[in-house]
């Protein structure tokens, strides 16, 4: 008896192996991905691995060029890249987290597409899962042949880019926010966001002041030096407003200003910058101890200190802050609008963008020479005579570049995103807009203008800077 | 057939079938969305093991596997759900950045002395939960749990204020130099072979000699072992300690033994689940040292070959995880080794 | 039990003991500031995932099957919560789906451990790893985003306010669901027939078997159960909560749902009052790291140590000897 059950267990098994290894082998999930199991299996790489095809490609009219590459992408004004016969991949790989952020990884993928596009490269996400991942994953894309280019987006990726560079040195990368200088294939991006965060802090701290706040706030992601750069800036900005309200006043600012100047920022680093649910942990207290708005330094843990916010709008019945948000990188005041002051634009979509075109160019290594491998993004900022804005506050003019990134994203998830048409968003962003006193966009404009023209100096603190000592400052 | 080539062929047998589970559920997983679940697994294995440097990249990611099932295999030779190699590992990683990114010392001995004290602060670690086993009769999964998220959270304030990286917030002074093993190739450096050792002399501890065949005796028969006179509290002693040498090891083998970085990051990234994933290792490696090695070669081919199938098929990397819990669950069914069993006996 | 008996002796020490540390130093942080309505909103709401997972394993335990998959039951359920609200527009719908996935896969432990004599607690550790991958592999194909899904706002379960002299006061209605399932298990186990059942199968299921009841359907009810509750508390993460889903979202609490149940060795009120004390320490910890002052005294790494700590400790001073139901862990095999 036991025997048979056992053998006919085992003859279920073996026969639902068979069906299911056969099934999957002949049923094609996907009839557009042209797998045909006849045919042998391509997996797109001339790696030397026998795929079971013909190595002669089909060339059905006769003009020598194999028909898969007769829609090869031409770019007006620009030399054909290797005799075009593949079009050119980048690969973007992502720190931990990847797309969805609405704001870090999303900008690099942003200007990705925006590259393939204008290029008519091919862009290829991967996403880290942990910090082991990335040499792997760099070298996932340095392998392919086609791959020209290869970005890391994040600073945590600078060792494994400096490590694949080295063994890869044909191979072009890039990394966002890295610190790889000198070598002859690497070209790290850094952004002024000490600038950029002066001018978010200075408009939060006058906020405070106008609607009698005591506390700002900020979110942070992972301790790294790149944050300390908002940070310090961040904090500097608050001062340089308090400064501002008394010279222009002549009394200390309400609200805030009665607050120690070691205490007025509230923040803490949350060590991640994928967790929403710490960006909403963290900001829940800081908005109950007084804080007018929050800044989002966290990537997607900013659709946390959303949540707590709309919380708060929902139980007071508000459709407008006060309390604000400040959101990062990208425009994000479409999120929420009326809950959103304004942004710290990072434009990582520009400098994929920019790199991408060097590479296209045939001028990458050129470049990357000319700075040392380090090239600046920022305030007023230009790269080999050209001027690339890299940092810069939010407008209202911005909006409508990103609400169609919303939408972009609604088309990928099929679940809705933007919380009204386009239209509406603009209505409620202009009303908010309006609603904050005018002396105050006075006031950050004036910022910019001493910021722009060197006047104002904020304080950079990035890489080996000793931390510590600015925030015996600063607080 | 012999029977030796039975008995061998009867322990590999449970594993397989549970792979083939694993990957049978991971296969409907990827059909049900709408991927081809033979080019995924047809990208998937060529990844991890279809070329020598694929070959390096994978056995990388299995060293620390290894060790981390020794943890669970010898806990579980001696009757102990021992779980706490998740804890060890983060403690252990502090030990060996402690010596081997802070101290100064020549060449060769700083290696050595580095991870000796990865495995010797792992090894300490172990001592609270076996003495709360040992008088107070804790149950041993209960104490490791709060026990690795002690040192989680431990670990990460060692991290930010006293083996912090001055002017890098985000991770622990890397290892020197001279605190580091040869690289061979890729990401893989010659820390396997000092973790090979680690788990063929575990071997030979629990196989060969007096002390091992009182700790299995234990696990197996408990009744007779307390007939013979084994004391149970230095069978808990000595499991705990050695779990806590070899997930020390584990987390030593991630800073002085794993580049780029050679450093644990303050969110522990580079750490965290392999105690945990060294579970399914050790029950895949029927809780045999040597098994363990086998079955981390299986696992670290799956945790580095998922990123082809991502890259090729779309379906996201993190997929080889759900299949690991799959094999872990169909491992936990004594029922499959039944079933192998029924058909051996069908056989003769 | 009785209640006089839950107290006695040296336990009654240090519990009382406990207690005043435990009013001592809310009463200190009210002083300094930190202490607020807000803190026990969010002390109400982060122990209500808590509460419902403890309260299910629990009446598990008692009946001899020990599930530690209920970090991974968090994951799946909150994952299938809001698949399933997104599908029928409806947060509370969602909620009974996740709680009905989590029924689901309780279902199936329970059925494992009895009928297939699995090892209990590698089959929770499966589910552990299981969820680790598939949630982040689900994320990916249902809706093309890695790591993350924010799903609209309307689907939230909306919370009930008050108005008190301190201000507006809101606590979801789920937070009451929990407490008093919680009561609800405690009247259960020590006061029904059924409750009497579950008890004896967890200690003697010989006798049980003996006595005509089935102990495998007891087991699989309560596991079934235990995995419903865990599913709910699954669900309300997302959907009562943070308003959004990630693939960390169950951040440990899974685990410190257990330690409440050792804690409490395994009485529902007590695994009540342990995920309170440790929702108190999720919501103080980021307070603490936001108030300047306070934040340099105590590291945050310590606040969020806490409830293991108290576990261990727990552990040591009074629970150490407590007896666990006999046949715990083990499957029942008729000799």
């Known amino acids: 008896m036991s025997m048979t059950v056992g053998r006919s267990a085992l003859a279920i098994f073996v026969v639902l192996l068979i069906v299911v290894g056969v099934g999957g082998y002949y049923i094609d999930p996907d009839p557009d991905s042209g797998f045909d199991p006849e045919a042998g299996y391509d997996d797109g790489y001339d790696d030397g691995y026998d795929d079971g095809l013909a190595e002669v490609p089909p060339d059905t009219d006769g003009d020598g060029v194999p028909d898969e590459f007769d829609a090869c992408p031409t770019v007006a004004g620009l030399p054909e890249y290797g005799g075009c016969l593949k079009p050119p991949k980048i690969t973007v790989v992502s720190d931990v987290g990847g797309r969805g952020d609405l704001s870090f990884n999303d900008m690099a993928f942003k200007g990705g597409e925006e590259a393939e596009t204008d290029f008519g490269v091919e862009m290829i996400e991967i996403i880290s899962s942990t910090e082991d991942d990335y040499v792997p994953n760099l070298r996932l894309g340095a392998l392919d042949p086609d791959v020209v280019l290869i970005v890391g987006v994040g600073y945590l990726l600078t060792d494994a880019i400096i490590q694949v560079a080295t063994d890869f040195p044909d191979k072009d990368f890039a990394v966002i926010d890295g610190f790889a200088p000198g070598m002859p294939n690497v070209m790290s991006i850094l952004y002024e966001e000490h600038k950029g965060s002066a001018m978010v802090g200075a408009l939060g701290a006058l906020l405070a002041a106008e609607y009698d706040y005591p506390y700002i706030g900020g979110v942070f992601g992972i301790e790294i030096p790149v944050l300390w750069k908002f940070e310090i800036g961040y904090k500097w900005g608050v001062n340089w407003a308090m400064q501002w309200y008394e010279d222009t006043y002549g009394t200390p600012a309400p609200g805030i200003g009665a607050t120690p100047m070691k205490e007025r920022v509230l923040y803490t680093y949350t060590g991640t910058f994928s967790d929403i649910t710490k960006g909403y942990l963290a900001a829940v207290p800081m908005y109950e101890q007084g804080a007018v708005a929050v800044y989002n330094i966290a990537g997607p843990l900013g659709l946390g200190i959303n949540d707590a916010v709309n919380e708060l709008a929902e139980a007071q019945g508000l459709d407008s802050g006060p309390p604000f948000w400040i959101g990062v990188d990208a425009n994000q005041d479409w999120i929420n609008p009326g809950f959103v002051v304004a942004s710290m634009m990072k434009r990582v979509d520009r400098g994929v963008y920019l790199a991408t075109q060097l590479v296209i160019e045939g001028t990458f290594r050129d470049v990357v020479e000319e700075y040392g491998g380090i090239v600046v993004l920022g305030v007023g900022t230009e790269v080999s005579g050209v001027s690339i804005s890299g940092i810069s506050v939010s407008t209202l003019a911005d909006l409508d570049e990103f609400i169609a990134m919303g939408a972009r994203a609604e088309e990928l998830t099929g679940t809705t995103i933007l919380p009204g048409t386009p239209s509406e968003i603009r209505a409620a962003v202009e009303a908010m807009r309006n609603a904050v006193p005018d002396w105050i966009w006075d006031a950050i404009d004036e910022l910019a203008q001493e910021i722009a023209d060197g006047t104002a100096e904020v304080p950079e603190c990035s890489f080996g800077c000793d931390i510590d000592s600015y925030r015996d400052i600063y607080g | 057939m012999s029977e030796r080539l039975w008995s061998t062929l009867r322990s590999v047998a449970p594993p397989v079938v549970a792979i083939a589970v694993g990957l049978f559920v991971g296969a409907l997983l990827m059909l049900s969305f709408g991927f081809d679940p033979v080019r995924g697994y047809v990208?998937?294995?060529?990844?991890?093991?279809?070329?020598?440097?694929?070959?390096?990249?994978?056995?990388?990611?299995?060293?620390?596997?290894?060790?981390?099932?020794?943890?669970?295999?010898?806990?579980?030779?001696?009757?102990?759900?021992?779980?706490?190699?998740?804890?060890?590992?983060?403690?252990?990683?502090?030990?060996?950045?402690?010596?081997?990114?802070?101290?100064?010392?020549?060449?060769?001995?700083?290696?050595?002395?580095?991870?000796?004290?990865?495995?010797?602060?792992?090894?300490?670690?172990?001592?609270?939960?076996?003495?709360?086993?040992?008088?107070?009769?804790?149950?041993?999964?209960?104490?490791?749990?709060?026990?690795?998220?002690i040192a989680f959270w431990f670990v990460l304030y060692l991290i930010r204020f006293h083996i912090t990286d001055p002017g890098r917030a985000e991770r622990a002074t890397p290892a020197m130099i001279?605190?580091?093993?040869?690289?061979?190739?890729?990401?893989?450096?010659?820390?396997?072979?000092?973790?090979?050792?680690?788990?063929?002399?575990?071997?030979?501890?629990?196989?060969?000699?007096?002390?091992?065949?009182?700790?299995?005796?234990?696990?197996?028969?408990?009744?007779?072992?307390?007939?013979?006179?084994?004391?149970?509290?230095?069978?808990?002693?000595?499991?705990?300690?050695?779990?806590?040498?070899?997930?020390?090891?584990?987390?030593?083998?991630?800073?002085?033994?794993?580049?780029?970085?050679?450093?644990?990051?303050?969110?522990?990234?580079?750490?965290?689940?392999?105690?945990?994933?060294?579970?399914?290792?050790?029950?895949?490696?029927?809780?045999?040292?040597?098994?363990?090695?086998?079955?981390?070669?299986?696992?670290?081919?799956?945790?580095?070959?998922?990123?082809?199938m991502e890259y090729e098929v779309g379906v996201s990397a993190e997929m080889v995880g759900a299949i690991n819990g799959i094999i872990v669950i169909a491992l936990a069914l004594p029922e499959i080794l039944r079933i192998v069993k029924r058909v051996r006996a069908v056989k003769e | 039990m009785r209640l006089r008996d839950l107290v006695s002796g040296r336990k009654r020490l240090y519990l009382f003991g406990g207690l005043g540390l435990l009013a001592a130093s809310i009463y200190f942080l009210w002083q300094t500031g930190v202490g607020s309505m807000r803190l026990l909103e969010t002390t109400l709401i982060a122990m209500t995932p808590l509460t419902l997972a403890a309260t299910g394993e629990c009446?598990?335990?008692?009946?001899?099957?020990?599930?530690?998959?209920?970090?991974?039951?968090?994951?799946?359920?909150?994952?299938?919560?809001?698949?399933?609200?997104?599908?029928?527009?409806?947060?509370?719908?969602?909620?009974?789906?996740?709680?009905?996935?989590?029924?689901?896969?309780?279902?199936?432990?329970?059925?494992?451990?009895?009928?297939?004599?699995?090892?209990?607690?590698?089959?929770?550790?499966?589910?552990?790893?299981?969820?680790?991958?598939?949630?982040?592999?689900?994320?990916?194909?249902?809706?093309?985003?890695?790591?993350?899904?924010?799903?609209?706002?309307?689907?939230?379960?909306?919370?009930?306010?008050?108005?008190?002299?301190?201000?507006?006061?809101?606590?979801?209605?789920?937070?009451?669901?929990?407490?008093?399932?919680?009561?609800?298990?405690?009247?259960?186990?020590?006061?029904?027939?059924?409750?009497?059942?579950?008890?004896?199968?967890?200690?003697?299921?010989?006798?049980?078997?003996?006595?005509?009841?089935?102990?495998?359907?007891?087991?699989?009810?309560?596991?079934?159960?235990?995995?419903?509750?865990?599913?709910?508390?699954?669900?309300?993460?997302?959907?009562?909560?943070?308003?959004?889903?990630?693939?960390?979202?169950?951040?440990?609490?899974?685990?410190?749902?257990?330690?409440?149940?050792?804690?409490?060795?395994?009485?529902?009120?007590?695994?009540?009052?342990?995920?309170?004390?440790f929702g108190f320490s999720e919501a103080l910890a980021f307070t603490i790291v936001?108030?300047?002052?306070?934040?340099?005294?105590?590291?945050?790494?310590?606040?969020?140590?806490?409830?293991?700590?108290?576990?261990?400790?727990?552990?040591?001073?009074?629970?150490?000897?407590?007896?666990?139901?006999?046949?715990?862990?083990?499957?029942?095999?008729?000799?």
Not at chain 2, 241 to 269: C, D, E, K, N
Not at chain 2, 284 to 295: K, L, T, V
Not at chain 3, 121 to 137: H, R, T
Not at chain 3, 296 to 323: E, N
């Open chain 2, 43 to 149: 990208a998937l294995f060529r990844g991890s093991y279809g070329s020598p440097e694929a070959w390096m990249e994978s056995l990388a990611f299995s060293t620390p596997l290894m060790v981390t099932a020794i943890t669970f295999a010898v806990g579980m030779s001696a009757g102990l759900f021992n779980i706490c190699a998740e804890g060890h590992m983060y403690m252990g990683a502090a030990g060996a950045i402690a010596v081997g990114g802070m101290v100064s010392l020549p060449p060769g001995l700083h290696l050595v002395a580095a991870t000796a004290a990865a495995m010797l602060v792992g090894g300490l670690w172990a001592l609270p939960a076996a003495l709360l086993k040992m008088w107070r009769g804790v149950h041993e999964v209960v104490s490791t749990i709060m026990f690795n998220w």
């Open chain 2, 178 to 308: 001279t605190a580091r093993y040869p690289v061979l190739g890729g990401s893989l450096t010659g820390v396997i072979f000092v973790v090979i050792a680690f788990c063929v002399a575990i071997y030979f501890l629990l196989w060969h000699t007096g002390l091992g065949y009182e700790l299995r005796l234990a696990g197996d028969n408990p009744d007779a072992a307390r007939y013979a006179g084994v004391s149970f509290r230095r069978v808990i002693l000595l499991t705990f300690l050695i779990g806590g040498l070899a997930a020390g090891l584990a987390g030593g083998s991630q800073i002085l033994g794993r580049p780029p970085s050679w450093t644990v990051y303050a969110t522990l990234g580079n750490l965290l689940n392999l105690g945990f994933q060294g579970i399914g290792v050790a029950l895949i490696g029927r809780n045999h040292p040597i098994g363990a090695i086998f079955a981390a070669v299986f696992f670290g081919g799956l945790a580095h070959g998922g990123r082809f």
């Open chain 3, 59 to 277: 009446i598990n335990e008692k009946a001899g099957v020990i599930n530690i998959g209920l970090e991974g039951i968090f994951l799946i359920a909150a994952l299938s919560g809001v698949y399933w609200a997104e599908i029928f527009q409806s947060g509370v719908l969602g909620l009974v789906f996740g709680s009905l996935t989590g029924a689901l896969i309780g279902f199936f432990l329970g059925v494992m451990s009895v009928y297939g004599k699995a090892d209990q607690i590698i089959a929770g550790m499966g589910i552990n790893l299981l969820a680790i991958g598939l949630v982040p592999f689900l994320l990916m194909a249902i809706w093309a985003f890695p790591g993350i899904h924010i799903f609209p706002r309307e689907l939230m379960v909306p919370r009930v306010r008050l108005d008190t002299p301190q201000g507006l006061f809101s606590m979801s209605p789920v937070t009451l669901l929990a407490i008093g399932a919680a009561i609800l298990a405690y009247v259960l186990l020590h006061r029904t027939l059924l409750g009497l059942r579950i008890r004896a199968v967890g200690e003697r299921p010989e006798a049980v078997d003996v006595a005509g009841v089935s102990v495998a359907r007891v087991r699989i009810l309560t596991s079934t159960l235990g995995g419903a509750l865990a599913g709910l508390g699954g669900a309300f993460m997302p959907l009562g909560w943070f308003g959004g889903l990630t693939k960390e979202m169950a951040a440990g609490r899974g685990y410190i749902a257990l330690a409440a149940v050792v804690f409490a060795g395994l009485n529902p009120l007590l695994a009540l009052a342990g995920a309170f004390l």
């Open chain 3, 290 to 335: 936001v108030t300047p002052g306070i934040k340099d005294l105590v590291p945050f790494y310590f606040v969020q140590m806490t409830p293991y700590l108290v576990t261990i400790v727990a552990l040591v001073l009074v629970l150490g000897g407590r007896r666990f139901p006999r046949a715990i862990g083990r499957p029942y095999r008729r000799e």
